[in-house]
T-cell receptor
Framework: KAGVTQTPRYLIKTRGQQVTLSCSPI?????VSWYQQTPGQGLQFLFE???????NKGNFPGRFSGRQFSNSRSEMNVSTLELGDSALYLC????????????FGSGTRLTVV | DQQVKQNSPSLSVQEGRISILNCDYT??????FLWYKKYPAEGPTFLIS?????DKNEDGRFTVFLNKSAKHLSLHIVPSQPGDSAVYFC?????????????FGTGTRLQVTL
């Protein structure tokens, strides 16, 4: 079966712009989580959606937001981009929330210039 | 506040030898631990996990040990192979009211040399 698909793979944006990243989970998976990976910081949890509801949120400013659609696909949005937002954004899906069986996508590499 | 720590940013091991990757955590509410492997330009891939009710879990060449009193876990890879060269992340989750998230360490880059 198809894995977790993230689009686009690479993105270059200018400071102050906004960006939307997309994640299509594995078929049947209802939970989608987002993580930010930066050098030296590891993977930092952004938020998790389950059945179109945000279940948990990490310690990121309100410029970071997300949503989940009825088909479990998820998008995350970052507004007013800053240079420090340059990172690899990873999406992970699982059947249920809190189950630990997370499968990650290959990520979207965002560069803010 | 780094609740999951991997204090060795890199490790080099000869092919055929044992690789031991270490991870420490501070939050006593964590009760489930996972190891992920990550190649460049790919997402992390799940390797092995362990529940806090166990102290060892084995899967082929990979064994994870958990010492709850020391809040320490380790991943053993025996024998190490060149294809094991990657970044390894330790992750934890638990009944902290935020059970739906993984808390990751900063990773250890393993290089297996010929």
């Amino acid at each position: 079966k198809a894995g977790v698909t993230q689009t686009p793979r690479y993105l270059i944006k200018t400071r102050g712009q906004q960006v939307t990243l997309s994640c299509s989970p594995i078929s049947g998976h209802r939970s989608v989580s987002w993580y930010q990976q930066t050098p030296g910081q590891g993977l930092q949890f952004l938020f998790e959606y389950f059945s179109e509801t945000q279940r948990n949120k990490g310690n990121f400013p309100g410029r970071f937001s997300g949503r989940q659609f009825s088909n479990s696909r998820s998008e995350m949005n970052v507004s007013t981009l800053e240079l420090g937002d340059s990172a690899l954004y990873l999406c992970a899906s699982s059947l249920w929330t809190g189950g630990g069986g997370y499968t990650f996508g290959s990520g979207t590499r965002l560069t803010v210039v | 506040d780094q609740q999951v720590k991997q204090n060795s940013p890199s490790l080099s091991v000869q092919e055929g030898r044992i690789s031991i990757l270490n991870c420490d955590y501070t939050n006593s509410m964590f009760d489930y631990f996972l190891w992920y492997k990550k190649y460049p330009a790919e997402g992390p891939t799940f390797l092995i996990s362990i529940s806090s009710i166990k102290d060892k879990n084995e899967d082929g060449r990979f064994t994870v040990f958990l010492n709850k009193s020391a809040k320490h876990l380790s991943l053993h890879i025996v024998p190490s192979q060149p294809g094991d060269s990657a970044v390894y992340f330790c992750a934890a989750m638990g009944n902290t009211g935020t059970a739906s998230k993984l808390t990751f360490g900063t990773g250890t880059r393993l290089q297996v040399t010929l």
